[in-house]
């Protein structure tokens, strides 16, 4: 019996360490510390160090995200929170650089991932951004709840540009990890429906050019 229970055991912590490792990938590149993605720990990560009865009172900033043939996702940005990495994505917005993108990475239960022109997951903006967590020395206390968005990144701590995920599910265990920025306030049906709907090619969340949702456009309200 306790060969079973020890077998047991084992077998699930190696399935989780897997699936945990399954999403450090994202998209073909030639080197994986190219790709941007909202998971890059190939171990289990520690507990969660965010309060996660974190309230957010500064300066925010709408924005509107029209997904073509789902609807809008609106969402605050939290420009106190992370100011370097909010003044980027208004920047971006500005120059309309979402608009006909798409989300290229998408996994039921974690998260959609998107703003990669290249729509692969080893693309982004020009310019790159200091990642705004603990991890790299920066207070930011928003855990990855459901609905909060955060920022994409390769395993260089400062490498995020414009890939983003907005979190379908909890995902606290990214805490202290990746740049989160803001929330959705409005439309999570949207994330919902592109989360549980969309067919992908692999446990990584790899979504075929022809089957990824399109972003027409992203606006501040």
Do not use: W
Request: glycine share 10%.
């Amino acid at each position: 019996m306790q060969t079973k229970t020890s077998v047991k055991l084992f077998s699930l912590v190696l399935a989780l360490m897997l699936m945990v490792s399954c999403l450090a990938g994202c998209g073909k590149s030639e080197s994986s510390s190219q790709a941007e993605t909202a998971a890059e720990a190939t171990t289990v990560a520690p507990a969660a160090t965010s309060d996660s009865a974190f309230e957010y009172t500064g300066r925010k900033t709408g924005i509107v995200i029209d997904v073509d043939s789902y609807g809008t996702i609106e969402a605050d940005l939290y420009d106190d929170l992370a100011p370097l990495t909010v003044e980027n994505i208004k920047r971006l917005i500005n120059d309309k650089f979402y608009d006909g993108l798409t989300f290229h990475r998408i996994i039921k239960d974690f998260m959609i991932q998107g703003g990669d022109p290249k729509g692969d997951g080893t693309g982004g903006a020009p310019d790159k951004v200091k990642g705004e967590f603990a991890q790299n020395g920066v207070e930011n206390n928003l855990s990855h709840t459901r609905g909060v968005l955060s920022m994409a990144r390769s395993q260089d701590p400062d490498s995020a540009s414009s890939q983003f995920f907005i979190v379908h599910k909890d995902s606290t265990y990214l805490d202290g990890q990746y740049a989160a920025f803001g929330k959705v306030t409005k439309g999570m049906e949207v994330v919902d429906e592109i989360a549980e709907k969309t067919p992908v090619t692999d446990g990584n969340g790899t979504v075929l050019k022809s089957n990824q949702p399109v972003i027409k456009s992203i606006r501040l309200k």
